[in-house]
Protein backbone atom coordinates (compact mmCIF):
# COMPACT_ATOMS: atom_id res chain seq x y z
CA UNK A 1 0.00 0.00 0.00
CA UNK A 2 2.62 2.40 1.19
CA UNK A 3 4.36 1.37 -2.29
CA UNK A 4 1.33 1.91 -4.49
CA UNK A 5 0.83 5.42 -2.19
CA UNK A 6 4.34 6.47 -3.25
CA UNK A 7 3.64 5.95 -6.98
CA UNK A 8 0.73 7.42 -6.93
CA UNK A 9 2.65 10.70 -5.33
CA UNK A 10 4.66 10.74 -7.84
CA UNK A 11 2.58 10.32 -10.64
CA UNK A 12 0.82 13.30 -9.57
CA UNK A 13 3.86 15.71 -9.43
CA UNK A 14 5.51 14.24 -12.56
CA UNK A 15 1.68 15.48 -14.23
CA UNK A 16 1.88 18.87 -12.35
CA UNK A 17 5.41 19.25 -13.86
CA UNK A 18 4.27 19.06 -17.12
CA UNK A 19 1.32 20.89 -17.03
CA UNK A 20 3.69 23.50 -16.06
CA UNK A 21 5.94 22.96 -18.73
CA UNK A 22 2.71 22.82 -21.14
CA UNK A 23 0.85 25.98 -19.84
CA UNK A 24 3.94 28.75 -19.63
CA UNK A 25 1.86 30.93 -21.85
CA UNK A 26 -1.68 30.80 -19.88
CA UNK A 27 0.25 32.20 -16.69
CA UNK A 28 2.03 35.18 -18.37
CA UNK A 29 -1.23 35.90 -20.08
CA UNK A 30 -2.90 35.15 -16.87
CA UNK A 31 -0.82 37.30 -14.31
CA UNK A 32 0.11 40.01 -17.26
CA UNK A 33 -3.12 40.59 -18.16
CA UNK A 34 -2.20 41.11 -22.12
CA UNK A 35 -2.72 43.56 -23.18
CA UNK A 36 -2.45 46.16 -20.41
CA UNK A 37 -1.45 48.91 -22.22
CA UNK A 38 -1.32 50.36 -25.61
CA UNK A 39 0.63 48.19 -28.63
CA UNK A 40 2.85 50.02 -30.88
CA UNK A 41 2.55 49.01 -34.53
CA UNK A 42 5.61 49.78 -36.45
CA UNK A 43 4.41 50.36 -40.11
CA UNK A 44 8.16 50.43 -42.04
CA UNK A 45 6.33 52.84 -44.67
CA UNK A 46 4.89 56.11 -44.25
CA UNK A 47 1.36 57.05 -43.80
CA UNK A 48 -0.68 56.14 -47.00
CA UNK A 49 0.95 53.62 -48.12
CA UNK A 50 -0.86 50.82 -48.91
CA UNK A 51 0.59 48.66 -45.73
CA UNK A 52 0.10 51.50 -43.74
CA UNK A 53 -4.13 51.55 -44.90
CA UNK A 54 -4.22 47.83 -44.35
CA UNK A 55 -2.67 48.76 -41.01
CA UNK A 56 -5.23 50.80 -40.11
CA UNK A 57 -7.95 48.92 -40.98
CA UNK A 58 -7.10 46.17 -39.03
CA UNK A 59 -5.82 47.46 -36.12
CA UNK A 60 -8.94 49.55 -35.60
CA UNK A 61 -10.80 46.43 -35.19
CA UNK A 62 -8.44 44.79 -33.40
CA UNK A 63 -8.17 47.23 -30.92
CA UNK A 64 -11.38 47.46 -30.49
CA UNK A 65 -11.35 43.88 -29.49
CA UNK A 66 -8.54 44.17 -27.06
CA UNK A 67 -10.02 46.32 -25.36
CA UNK A 68 -6.33 48.49 -25.75
CA UNK A 69 -5.21 50.90 -28.60
CA UNK A 70 -3.00 49.56 -31.32
CA UNK A 71 -0.69 52.59 -31.72
CA UNK A 72 0.44 52.58 -35.71
CA UNK A 73 4.10 54.26 -35.84
CA UNK A 74 5.40 54.94 -39.45
CA UNK A 75 8.84 54.07 -39.67
CA UNK A 76 9.64 54.61 -43.42
CA UNK A 77 12.77 54.70 -45.14
CA UNK A 78 15.78 52.50 -46.59
CA UNK A 79 13.50 50.17 -48.24
CA UNK A 80 11.64 49.17 -44.78
CA UNK A 81 14.59 48.16 -43.35
CA UNK A 82 14.31 51.10 -40.87
CA UNK A 83 11.56 50.01 -39.33
CA UNK A 84 12.26 46.25 -39.13
CA UNK A 85 15.47 46.94 -37.05
CA UNK A 86 13.45 49.07 -34.38
CA UNK A 87 11.34 45.88 -34.23
CA UNK A 88 14.20 43.31 -34.28
CA UNK A 89 15.85 44.74 -31.28
CA UNK A 90 12.35 45.57 -29.30
CA UNK A 91 11.45 44.29 -26.02
CA UNK A 92 10.10 40.78 -26.89
CA UNK A 93 6.83 41.65 -25.12
CA UNK A 94 3.90 41.60 -27.54
CA UNK A 95 4.07 45.26 -27.02
CA UNK A 96 5.80 46.39 -30.01
CA UNK A 97 5.02 44.33 -33.38
CA UNK A 98 5.41 44.85 -37.13
CA UNK A 99 2.71 45.13 -40.45
CA UNK A 100 4.74 44.73 -43.24
CA UNK A 101 4.71 44.10 -46.57
CA UNK A 102 6.21 40.95 -48.72
CA UNK A 103 9.59 43.56 -48.89
CA UNK A 104 10.41 41.83 -45.85
CA UNK A 105 11.69 39.03 -47.52
CA UNK A 106 13.47 40.84 -50.15
CA UNK A 107 15.53 43.36 -48.32
CA UNK A 108 18.32 40.34 -47.76
CA UNK A 109 19.18 39.90 -51.34
CA UNK A 110 19.02 43.56 -51.84
CA UNK A 111 21.20 45.08 -48.94
CA UNK A 112 24.53 43.60 -48.57
CA UNK A 113 24.35 44.23 -45.13
CA UNK A 114 21.20 43.98 -42.79
CA UNK A 115 21.78 44.72 -38.84
CA UNK A 116 19.12 42.59 -38.19
CA UNK A 117 18.22 38.49 -39.41
CA UNK A 118 15.37 38.38 -41.60
CA UNK A 119 14.55 34.82 -40.45
CA UNK A 120 15.95 34.38 -36.85
CA UNK A 121 15.06 37.69 -35.04
CA UNK A 122 11.29 38.00 -36.11
CA UNK A 123 8.13 35.82 -35.12
CA UNK A 124 5.22 35.33 -37.73
CA UNK A 125 2.06 36.21 -36.49
CA UNK A 126 0.15 36.01 -39.51
CA UNK A 127 -0.41 37.37 -42.79
CA UNK A 128 -3.33 39.74 -43.10
CA UNK A 129 -3.71 40.32 -46.90
CA UNK A 130 -2.63 39.53 -51.06
CA UNK A 131 -2.28 42.53 -52.50
CA UNK A 132 -2.57 40.70 -56.54
CA UNK A 133 -1.14 42.90 -59.32
CA UNK A 134 -3.33 43.18 -62.37
CA UNK A 135 -1.11 43.52 -65.86
CA UNK A 136 -2.94 46.72 -67.19
CA UNK A 137 -2.72 47.72 -70.57
CA UNK A 138 -4.18 50.88 -72.62
CA UNK A 139 -6.77 49.67 -74.93
CA UNK A 140 -4.98 51.79 -77.59
CA UNK A 141 -2.35 48.91 -77.95
CA UNK A 142 -4.99 46.91 -79.84
CA UNK A 143 -3.67 43.48 -77.31
CA UNK A 144 -6.67 42.59 -75.61
CA UNK A 145 -5.27 39.39 -74.47
CA UNK A 146 -2.41 37.90 -72.83
CA UNK A 147 -1.30 36.01 -75.64
CA UNK A 148 -1.67 38.43 -77.76
CA UNK A 149 0.89 40.62 -76.23
CA UNK A 150 3.52 37.47 -75.82
CA UNK A 151 3.31 37.27 -79.53
CA UNK A 152 3.45 40.50 -79.83
CA UNK A 153 7.04 41.01 -77.42
CA UNK A 154 8.12 37.86 -79.36
CA UNK A 155 7.61 39.72 -82.84
CA UNK A 156 9.71 42.23 -82.21
CA UNK A 157 12.27 40.99 -79.19
CA UNK A 158 13.68 43.54 -76.91
CA UNK A 159 10.79 46.59 -78.21
CA UNK A 160 8.24 45.98 -75.18
CA UNK A 161 8.69 48.07 -72.38
CA UNK A 162 7.00 47.82 -68.51
CA UNK A 163 6.23 50.25 -66.20
CA UNK A 164 6.67 49.50 -62.30
CA UNK A 165 6.74 51.54 -59.16
CA UNK A 166 10.71 51.79 -58.10
CA UNK A 167 13.40 49.61 -58.51
CA UNK A 168 13.33 46.36 -56.59
CA UNK A 169 9.62 47.26 -55.57
CA UNK A 170 6.69 44.19 -55.71
CA UNK A 171 5.43 45.42 -59.22
CA UNK A 172 8.72 45.21 -60.24
CA UNK A 173 9.40 41.75 -59.30
CA UNK A 174 5.97 40.65 -60.25
CA UNK A 175 6.94 41.61 -64.10
CA UNK A 176 10.69 40.25 -63.93
CA UNK A 177 8.98 37.04 -62.80
CA UNK A 178 6.76 37.27 -65.52
CA UNK A 179 9.09 38.23 -68.40
CA UNK A 180 11.11 35.36 -67.44
CA UNK A 181 8.25 32.62 -67.20
CA UNK A 182 7.22 33.78 -70.37
CA UNK A 183 10.33 33.80 -71.98
CA UNK A 184 10.33 37.55 -73.13
CA UNK A 185 12.16 40.43 -73.64
CA UNK A 186 10.80 43.51 -72.21
CA UNK A 187 12.60 46.80 -70.27
CA UNK A 188 12.22 48.11 -67.11
CA UNK A 189 10.88 51.53 -66.52
CA UNK A 190 11.21 52.47 -63.44
CA UNK A 191 8.60 55.28 -61.55
CA UNK A 192 8.72 56.96 -58.07
CA UNK A 193 4.81 55.52 -57.42
CA UNK A 194 2.23 53.78 -58.86
CA UNK A 195 0.42 57.16 -59.76
CA UNK A 196 3.32 57.92 -62.52
CA UNK A 197 3.27 54.38 -63.53
CA UNK A 198 -0.02 54.70 -64.60
CA UNK A 199 -0.37 57.58 -66.23
CA UNK A 200 1.89 56.57 -68.37
CA UNK A 201 0.55 53.29 -69.37
CA UNK A 202 -2.77 55.28 -70.00
CA UNK A 203 -0.92 57.39 -72.55
CA UNK A 204 0.00 54.33 -73.65
CA UNK A 205 3.87 55.33 -73.75
CA UNK A 206 5.05 52.57 -71.67
CA UNK A 207 3.36 49.17 -72.76
CA UNK A 208 2.26 47.59 -69.53
CA UNK A 209 2.41 47.30 -65.67
CA UNK A 210 1.46 44.80 -62.83
CA UNK A 211 -0.13 47.11 -60.85
CA UNK A 212 -1.88 47.26 -57.56
CA UNK A 213 -5.36 46.97 -58.36
CA UNK A 214 -6.72 49.63 -55.93
CA UNK A 215 -4.63 52.70 -58.15
CA UNK A 216 -6.28 51.02 -61.37
CA UNK A 217 -10.31 49.71 -60.47
CA UNK A 218 -11.64 53.03 -61.72
CA UNK A 219 -10.23 52.85 -64.89
CA UNK A 220 -10.53 49.04 -65.65
CA UNK A 221 -14.26 49.24 -64.95
CA UNK A 222 -14.10 52.33 -67.48
CA UNK A 223 -12.39 51.02 -70.11
CA UNK A 224 -9.41 53.37 -70.04
CA UNK A 225 -6.99 50.16 -69.28
CA UNK A 226 -7.95 46.27 -69.69
CA UNK A 227 -6.20 43.85 -67.01
CA UNK A 228 -5.57 41.19 -69.14
CA UNK A 229 -4.38 38.70 -65.80
CA UNK A 230 -3.19 39.63 -62.54
CA UNK A 231 0.16 38.11 -61.34
CA UNK A 232 -1.14 36.27 -58.17
CA UNK A 233 -1.94 32.76 -57.26
CA UNK A 234 -5.56 33.16 -57.48
CA UNK A 235 -7.69 34.65 -59.09
CA UNK A 236 -8.57 38.76 -56.94
CA UNK A 237 -11.39 39.12 -55.71
CA UNK A 238 -12.20 42.30 -57.09
CA UNK A 239 -11.38 40.91 -60.54
CA UNK A 240 -12.85 37.98 -60.28
CA UNK A 241 -13.22 37.37 -64.53
CA UNK A 242 -9.86 38.28 -64.83
CA UNK A 243 -7.46 34.81 -64.59
CA UNK A 244 -3.86 34.53 -63.46
CA UNK A 245 -1.16 34.89 -65.63
CA UNK A 246 -0.72 30.75 -65.05
CA UNK A 247 -3.99 30.52 -66.56
CA UNK A 248 -3.31 32.77 -69.25
CA UNK A 249 -0.85 30.77 -70.24
CA UNK A 250 2.44 31.14 -68.32
CA UNK A 251 2.83 29.03 -65.99
CA UNK A 252 5.26 29.58 -62.81
CA UNK A 253 4.64 33.28 -63.49
CA UNK A 254 2.83 34.05 -60.13
CA UNK A 255 3.90 36.43 -57.95
CA UNK A 256 2.25 36.66 -53.85
CA UNK A 257 2.65 40.51 -52.80
CA UNK A 258 1.53 40.21 -49.02
CA UNK A 259 1.09 42.28 -46.02
CA UNK A 260 1.59 40.32 -42.59
CA UNK A 261 2.51 41.13 -38.94
CA UNK A 262 5.18 40.09 -37.26
CA UNK A 263 6.83 40.60 -33.92
CA UNK A 264 10.11 40.10 -31.91
CA UNK A 265 11.78 36.84 -32.36
CA UNK A 266 11.28 35.63 -28.59
CA UNK A 267 7.48 37.33 -27.83
CA UNK A 268 5.99 34.72 -25.81
CA UNK A 269 3.87 32.16 -28.43
CA UNK A 270 0.81 32.94 -25.96
CA UNK A 271 0.58 36.59 -26.83
CA UNK A 272 1.73 35.59 -30.73
CA UNK A 273 -1.43 33.47 -30.85
CA UNK A 274 -3.48 35.70 -29.13
CA UNK A 275 -2.80 38.48 -31.54
CA UNK A 276 -3.11 35.96 -34.27
CA UNK A 277 -6.87 34.83 -33.05
CA UNK A 278 -7.60 38.87 -33.20
CA UNK A 279 -6.07 39.58 -36.53
CA UNK A 280 -8.26 36.46 -37.66
CA UNK A 281 -11.43 37.73 -36.17
CA UNK A 282 -11.08 41.78 -37.66
CA UNK A 283 -10.87 40.38 -40.97
CA UNK A 284 -14.36 38.69 -40.76
CA UNK A 285 -15.74 41.66 -40.09
CA UNK A 286 -18.20 43.42 -42.54
CA UNK A 287 -15.93 46.59 -42.35
CA UNK A 288 -12.64 45.40 -42.79
CA UNK A 289 -14.15 42.62 -46.12
CA UNK A 290 -15.38 45.99 -47.46
CA UNK A 291 -12.42 47.39 -47.05
CA UNK A 292 -10.27 45.23 -48.61
CA UNK A 293 -12.46 44.62 -51.66
CA UNK A 294 -12.23 48.26 -52.26
CA UNK A 295 -8.48 48.06 -51.51
CA UNK A 296 -8.42 45.15 -54.14
CA UNK A 297 -7.01 43.03 -51.49
CA UNK A 298 -7.51 39.57 -50.37
CA UNK A 299 -8.13 38.62 -46.71
CA UNK A 300 -5.16 35.54 -45.94
CA UNK A 301 -4.12 34.30 -43.33
CA UNK A 302 -1.53 31.09 -41.91
CA UNK A 303 -0.79 29.72 -38.57
CA UNK A 304 2.19 31.37 -36.82
CA UNK A 305 4.45 28.66 -37.36
CA UNK A 306 3.02 28.30 -41.04
CA UNK A 307 3.79 31.70 -41.08
CA UNK A 308 7.71 31.16 -40.21
CA UNK A 309 8.46 28.55 -42.69
CA UNK A 310 6.61 30.57 -45.63
CA UNK A 311 9.11 33.58 -45.17
CA UNK A 312 11.75 31.80 -45.02
CA UNK A 313 10.97 29.66 -47.83
CA UNK A 314 10.00 32.76 -49.37
CA UNK A 315 13.76 34.52 -48.82
CA UNK A 316 15.02 31.98 -50.19
CA UNK A 317 12.78 32.20 -53.21
CA UNK A 318 13.60 35.83 -53.53
CA UNK A 319 17.02 35.57 -53.35
CA UNK A 320 16.91 33.69 -56.88
CA UNK A 321 14.47 36.20 -58.39
CA UNK A 322 16.56 38.78 -57.82
CA UNK A 323 19.63 37.66 -58.96
CA UNK A 324 18.18 36.77 -62.18
CA UNK A 325 16.56 40.28 -62.58
CA UNK A 326 20.23 41.52 -62.35
CA UNK A 327 18.99 43.92 -59.31
CA UNK A 328 21.90 46.21 -57.93
CA UNK A 329 22.88 45.02 -54.32
CA UNK A 330 22.27 48.28 -51.76
CA UNK A 331 25.66 48.77 -49.60
Not at 85 to 97: C, E, K, R, S
Request: contains cysteine; proline residues 7%; charged residues 15%.
Amino acid sequence: MKQLARTTAVSALSALACLAALLPGLAFAQNNGYPSKPIRVIVPFAAGSTTDIIARAITDKMGASMGQALVIDNRGGASGTIGQQAVATAAPDGYTIMIHSSSHTVSPSTFARLPFDTARDFAGVTPISSLPNALVISPSKNIKTLPQLLAAARAKPGSMNFASAGQGSATHLNAEKFKMAAKIDATNIPFKGSGEAVTEVLSGRVDYYFSPIAPVIGQIKEGQLLALAVGSPRRADALPDVPTTTEAGVPGSEFNFWIGMMAPAKTPRDVVDRLHAEVTKALATPEVKERFLKLGADAWTLKPAQFDAYIKDEIASNAELVKAAGLSVQQ
